[in-house]
């Protein structure tokens, strides 16, 4: 035992002590965890607020490794906000919260404790009470009997005493006499049961109260050494997170690099025109009059007069550009960008028409589908659909062509270049000028389907995207569709493109279209 007995106030006080020690340790983790909230809010703020990302991907400067690297540090920086946060949310679960239920646990303990030596010390007060009341009551009624006894002895020798008065002294004297021995046994009793239980007190009750309470502050001190080492574990968990962070934003550095940059401004910005040629001398002295003073100079003339026709040529390099008017096929760009956006323009009509054409081909097929089974659907509501699709192809189609022409003319405008049919017939002439000339009257939708037809005819066995489970049977007695049992298993060769079929395979190679919504479809990853 460790504790000094007769130091019960000095114990109780130091046990509250060390409770507040870690009430005021949680208050403290709580505002570390408020500093790193609001750190990393601060730092998810900054990025976000630098972060260009607004900026379209087509934006010039998105090209240049320098801001591609500006980009990867606000993203690296967000993460180590991140890594901030969790931080701060580890330390308020694992050391805040744990820490204030322990406390409350011990808290209770110690109550429990404490209320068991109040009444271990009630009991020995009460205890010591009775022992007290029995003695004085002792004492007081052995004095009474003295009293009585020095009476019954005088009153014995008084010879003027008749015999029934000495009787009655001595009959008092003897129940007093009683009386204080009854009390000694009582007062001895009492005395007894007091010295057991005071012994009791000291050397059983309090001492286990004493222990528990020395357990219960060794646990609380062993808790907050622990919470002091995941105030710092907690750090260190994430520091190899931030570590790669920082890491990734050292690469950003690295991975700028300058001469692709100039490159990529040379790229966007080159406009392909030609170096203008040397400056033609025009000689005017064939003109002067010979019969003039030769030290007649006359006035001489400046230098824009000198130039003469040149005057009028185009300094492009020097010259303050107006803004040029947009036109459709792009003619007020420089040669080169005019052709990139051109190019571009070709790649947004073809992604278009292939939408389109994928589109018509699925409202073929439903509308064969209705025709052979007119429950399903009647046939005659596509009609607009399929109206609208084959206008759209036929538009798009004429506008593929359009700048495809523009398009080569700017490419071959040099050059002079015959461009022939598959059949070996001249289909377009560019002469050295750009202009060009139609050698036959190309057929828009042989130029724009050809690839197509040849793809068809060229079509192997699709490879499986998936399987699907029939989940109904279907009798597949329509034209191109194929038929199948409940349960069965089969390979997915063609997804639903929004027409309510899926393309699918049996083992067998048989091939056909069912109904989307007759099978539960797992697509290969």
């Not at 976000?48 to 400067?61: A, I, M, Q, T, V």
């Not at 010591?128 to 009293?147: G, T």
């Not at 029934?164 to 009390?183: G, P």
């Not at 278009?352 to 509308?367: C, F, T, Y």
Request: hydrophobic share 30%.
């Amino acid at each position: 035992m460790d504790w000094m007995l007769d130091q019960y106030d000095i114990i109780e006080k130091h046990t509250q002590s060390g409770l507040e020690l870690v009430e005021k340790y949680v208050k403290f983790v709580k505002e570390r965890t408020e500093i790193e909230q609001n750190y990393a809010k601060q730092l998810r703020n900054l990025s976000k607020k630098y972060n260009l990302k607004r900026s379209g991907k087509d934006e010039p400067d998105c090209r240049f490794s320098s801001y591609q690297s500006f980009l990867e540090v606000l993203n690296e920086m967000n993460d180590y906000a991140g890594q901030r946060e969790l931080i701060a949310e580890n330390m308020m679960m694992n050391i805040c919260i744990d820490l204030t239920k322990y406390l409350q646990e011990l808290k209770q303990e110690r109550k429990m404790y404490l209320m068991e030596a109040k009444r271990a010390q009630q009991s020995l007060e009460s205890t010591y009470k009775q022992l007290d009341s029995s003695k004085k009551r002792f004492e007081r009624e052995w004095r009474e009997a003295e009293r009585t006894a020095q009476y019954a002895e005088k009153t014995d020798q008084d010879i003027n005493a008749t015999k029934a008065d000495v009787e009655k002294a001595k009959q008092q004297a003897h129940m007093r006499s009683h009386v204080a021995e009854e009390c000694k046994n009582d007062y001895a009793a009492q005395l007894q049961k007091y010295n057991k239980e005071q012994n009791q007190f000291y050397f059983n009750d309090m001492p286990l109260i004493f222990n528990k309470l020395q357990d219960l502050d060794e646990r609380r001190v062993r808790k907050l050494a622990q919470g002091y080492i995941l105030f710092s574990d907690t750090e260190k968990h994430v520091m190899p997170i931030i570590g790669k962070c920082l890491e990734g934003i050292t690469k950003a550095g690295t991975n700028v690099n300058e001469r692709n940059d100039s490159m990529v401004v040379v790229e966007q910005n080159k406009s392909g025109f030609e170096r203008p040629g040397d400056v033609e001398f025009e000689d005017y002295s064939q003109g002067i009059n010979r019969a003039s003073s030769d030290s007649s100079l006359g006035t001489p003339k400046g230098p824009m007069e000198l130039l003469g026709k040149n005057r009028n040529k185009n300094f492009w390099l020097f010259s303050k550009k107006s803004k040029p008017t947009v036109t459709e096929d792009f003619a007020h760009l420089p040669p080169e960008q005019r052709r990139k956006r051109l190019q571009q323009k070709l790649d947004e009509i073809c992604r278009e028409l292939q939408k389109e054409v994928d589109q018509s081909e699925a409202l073929g097929k439903m509308k064969d589908v209705y025709e052979k089974n007119p429950q399903m659907g009647d046939p005659a509501s596509l009609a607009s659909q399929i109206s609208q699709t084959s206008q759209n192809i036929e538009r798009l189609s004429g506008e593929l062509n359009k700048y495809e022409v523009i398009r080569t003319s700017i490419v071959y405008s040099r050059y002079e270049v015959i461009i022939y049919h598959y059949d070996g017939s001249p289909l377009w002439h560019f002469g050295p000028d750009g202009a060009h000339s139609d050698e036959s009257t190309p057929d828009p939708s042989q130029a724009i389907y050809a690839e197509f037809d040849d793809d068809f005819e060229d079509e192997e066995l699709t490879v499986p995207i998936g399987k699907c489970t029939a989940m109904y049977s279907f009798p597949g007695a329509s034209e191109g569709t194929i038929s199948m049992q409940e349960g069965e298993v089969l390979a997915v060769v063609e997804e639903d493109k929004g027409d309510g079929w899926t393309r699918v395979r049996r083992n067998n190679g048989d091939e056909g279209y069912i109904p989307s919504s007759y099978v539960t479809i797992n697509l290969n990853k």
